[in-house]
């Protein structure tokens, strides 16, 4: 059992940039590799980027690859999702997610959620 708050949304102009966290509590952190999805109004929740167990290895969706960063602090309990360059399009409720699987990509694939954190890019 894990519990996940995301924190750090917030409005900015195009081009700025925003660091989201998700503090996680409940059953060992280090234990699943995470993920960062977003919807926006309108659309699927989509994936953006994972991060392994051990915190070296990420992927990202090809939209924000080059952008966004993300990176785990096991020993706090949390991950974060470093967004730069941002665009209006990258508009959405952000969520974290905690997976059993490595390399997971899809909704049914994480077990543990969020309850989001908006993200507002103007141009």
């Known amino acids: 059992q894990v519990q996940l708050v995301e924190s750090g949304g917030g409005s900015v102009q195009a081009g700025g940039s925003l660091r989201l966290s998700c503090a996680a509590s409940g059953r060992t952190f280090s234990s699943y590799a995470m993920g960062w999805f977003r919807q926006a109004p309108g659309k699927e929740r989509e994936f953006v980027g994972g991060i392994s167990r051990p915190g070296i290895v990420t992927y990202y969706t090809d939209s924000v690859r080059g952008r966004f960063t993300a990176s785990r602090d096991n020993a706090k309990n949390t991950v974060y999702l470093q967004m730069n360059s941002l665009k209006p399009e990258d508009t959405a409720a952000y969520y974290c997610?905690?997976?059993?699987?490595?390399?997971?990509?899809?909704?049914?694939?994480?077990?543990?959620w969020g309850q989001g954190t908006q993200v507002t890019v103007s141009s």
């Open positions: 997610a905690a997976s059993s699987r490595s390399g997971a990509r899809e909704v049914g694939e994480y077990t543990y």
